[in-house]
């Protein structure tokens, strides 16, 4: 009798540290934070009202969540797509085994495990007044903002974004090389047997095989985008007027920044956390994962 429900009693010792820890660390504070987002949590005394939905009435009154949301919107639509494509270009451009190759994949993933602070302070001194980006452009004739690129309204998330496709683009090309390695190549000599061109058998081998491996990049992709945080923090503080302002960075300020504004930053965590998940919905469903894996 002891024999036979001993491994499922085996099983449950062995997972209960983790689901202690994922209890502890991930679905209190979920559950405590959606809590908050229905009060007036004071910091400073620890005391929460009810306040019912008043949070999130007041989230959408307020012009700086749509600007945040605004930001936060070019910064994942703009960024997403160049980088997913320039990572699936890299990936097949790489997919040799010669040592050059090796040294173009190590070289595409150094930025992706340099430390954000380090890259953002970098970039910061580039894009100033006098940094090597104007330099570059004032030596060239081509047109430049004096004040340097994240001091002016118009270029600063721009120039945030290509920061972030640089150094984004090396981890997503490995993910896909990973996954592109791992595609059987007699399917490519059958097709270069039945005269099929190499654009026909990346577009009917290459990408259905790398659709699962598509939706991954995608959906952490766009949550990574989504909680874009440290760049904004180290680089601009959300400025010049506003103009870098993303969805993270409002939640930081009202959380961290005012004793009396945690519940309304719950709340805003919270619609961060839908939009996520809806845009990854989305991704599964418009990828149809399930289907080309059955195919």
């Not at 989230?59 to 980088?83: E, H, K, Q």
Request: aromatic share 16%; net charge neutral.
């Amino acid at each position: 009798m002891n024999q036979r429900h001993s491994p499922p009693l085996n099983t449950a010792l062995l997972l209960a540290p983790w689901i202690l820890t994922f209890c502890v660390f991930w679905v209190y504070p979920l559950g405590y934070a959606l809590f908050l987002s229905f009060t007036k949590y004071q910091t400073l005394t620890n005391t929460a009202v009810w306040a019912g939905i008043d949070n999130y009435r007041s989230l959408f009154r307020d012009d700086i969540f749509w600007i945040a949301l605004g930001n936060t919107s070019v910064f994942s639509f703009g960024t997403i797509p160049v980088t997913t494509a320039l990572a699936l270009a890299l990936a097949v451009l790489l997919s040799g085994n010669s040592r050059l190759q090796d040294f173009f994949r190590s070289a595409y993933f150094l930025p992706s495990v340099t430390s954000v602070v380090v890259v953002a302070l970098i970039f910061t001194n580039l894009y100033s007044a006098n940094g090597y980006v104007n330099g570059l452009l004032r030596t060239l004739g081509l047109p430049y903002p004096a004040r340097g690129w994240l001091q002016e309204p118009s270029a600063a998330l721009s120039a945030i974004m290509l920061m972030d496709v640089w150094i984004s683009t090396g981890y997503y090309m490995v993910l896909l090389l990973a996954s592109l390695q791992t595609i059987p190549k007699d399917l490519y000599e059958a097709a270069e047997l039945a005269g099929a061109s190499k654009w026909y058998q990346f577009r009917r081998i290459t990408l259905p095989m790398l659709r699962p491996a598509l939706l991954f990049v995608l959906v952490i992709n766009t949550i990574k985008s989504f909680q874009i945080f440290v760049e904004i923090y180290v680089m601009t503080k959300g400025g010049p007027l506003d103009a870098t302002t993303t969805l993270i960075y409002m939640l930081y300020v009202n959380a961290f920044e005012k004793p009396d504004m945690m519940g309304y930053a719950c709340a805003l965590a919270y619609i961060v956390f839908l939009i996520t998940l809806v845009f990854s919905l989305f991704q599964m469903y418009l990828l149809q994962v399930d289907r080309a894996v059955g195919e």
